[in-house]
């Protein structure tokens, strides 16, 4: 298995630009989870889904981000118009169960895309 | 406040030497906790995960400790190796997850 794939590794562009970051998580996994990774705030939970449906938004920082799991192979975080402030290394991960009390719950966490809004 | 407060921040050791590594929690109720490696450049890769029955547990050269009671993990690092420079973080899994701000460990030769 290839893990969970990440694309773009690496982002540039200009604030008010739109940004797209794709994810496919590891086959046969249910739940996804999109986090933000920053020197200031660590990692932060964005969104997680199961089961290809939006469960938690609530780490969703403003209406600019949105993210969609049309199908259980493919995730998208979008975010329009961007800022200088969404500079960040974004995750994605998936995992066989949703984040529930399981031992056995263990995320899979993509490379990674780096993204800098000038 | 974070629930889940890890020290050192930051720590730099010599090539063989162990070190250790906290992790002080306050989420409530608690479920698990888990340890992630994160190499520059990558995700998160999990390490161990302790629930609340479990004191200690091994992975090589990682042991991890739960003192439920106290609310404390470490994480013990023995015969360091140049490969363990990365930073492990401290995830503790309540209602949801939570994350520690991680310790940097920097291996040197």
């Known amino acids: 298995d290839a893990g969970v794939i990440q694309s773009p590794r690496h982002e540039v562009t200009e604030m008010g630009q739109e940004v797209t970051l794709r994810c496919k998580p590891i086959s046969g996994h249910n739940s996804l989870f999109w986090y933000r990774q920053t020197m200031m705030r660590g990692l932060e939970l964005l969104i997680y889904?199961?089961?290809?449906?939006?469960?938690?938004d609530s780490g969703m920082p403003e209406d600019r981000f949105s993210a969609k799991m049309p199908n259980a192979s493919f995730s998208t975080l979008k975010i329009q118009p961007s800022e200088p402030r969404d500079s960040a290394v974004y995750f994605c991960?998936?995992?066989?169960?949703?984040?529930?009390?399981?031992?056995?719950?263990?995320?899979?966490f993509g490379a990674g895309s780096r993204l800098t809004v000038l | 406040k974070n629930q889940v407060e890890q020290s050192p921040q930051s720590l730099i050791i010599l090539e063989g030497k162990n070190c250790t590594l906290q992790c002080n929690y306050t989420v409530s109720p608690f479920s698990n906790l888990r340890w992630y490696k994160q190499d520059t450049g990558r995700g998160p890769v999990s390490l161990t995960i302790m629930t609340f029955s479990e004191n200690t547990k091994s992975n090589g050269r990682y042991t991890a400790t739960l003192d439920a009671d106290t609310k404390q993990s470490s994480l013990h690092i023995t015969a360091s190796q140049l490969s363990d420079s990365a930073s492990y973080i401290c995830v503790v899994m309540g209602n949801d997850m939570r994350f520690g701000a991680g310790t940097r460990l920097t291996v040197k030769p």
């Open positions: 889904f199961n089961n290809n449906v939006p469960i938690d």
């Open positions: 991960a998936s995992s066989l169960f949703g984040p529930d009390h399981s031992g056995a719950n263990v995320l899979t």
